[in-house]
């Protein structure tokens, strides 16, 4: 089992920046690829970007491209995205999630943290 635990969500204008954290603990945390997911009121969750287990590989969302930067501290058992140049559309709950196999999917995920965008 991997529990994760997200934090850095809250409120900020348009234009702002938020760091969100995801600490895991349980099995080896540098074994797991991560991810990001949000999901928006009365849609479905959605990705947001990835990383694979050493870092040197990442993706992301066209909606969050060149805004966003996902990151990891293996050494700290922590996943970050930084978010820059914040939307009213990136409202949502922000989820962390591992992964062995990326092709079959993400087996573990946090409780989520709220960001909110105001314009």
């Known amino acids: 089992q991997v529990q994760l635990v997200e934090s850095g969500g809250g409120l900020v204008q348009a234009g702002g920046s938020l760091r969100l954290s995801c600490a895991a603990s349980?099995?080896?945390?540098?074994?797991?690829?991560m991810g990001w997911f949000r999901q928006a009121p009365g849609k479905e969750r959605d990705f947001v970007a990835t990383?694979?287990?050493?870092?040197?590989?990442?993706y992301y969302a066209d909606s969050v491209k060149g805004r966003f930067t996902i990151s990891r501290d293996n050494a700290k058992n922590t996943v970050y995205l930084q978010m820059n140049s914040l939307k009213p559309e990136d409202t949502a709950v922000y989820y962390c999630?591992?992964?062995?196999?990326?092709?079959?999917?993400?087996?573990?995920w946090g409780q989520g943290t709220q960001v909110t965008v105001s314009s």
């Open positions: 999630a591992a992964s062995r196999d990326r092709a079959r999917g993400y087996h573990y």
């Open positions: 990383i694979n287990w050493s870092g040197d590989s990442t």
């Open positions: 349980g099995r080896t945390f540098s074994n797991y690829a």
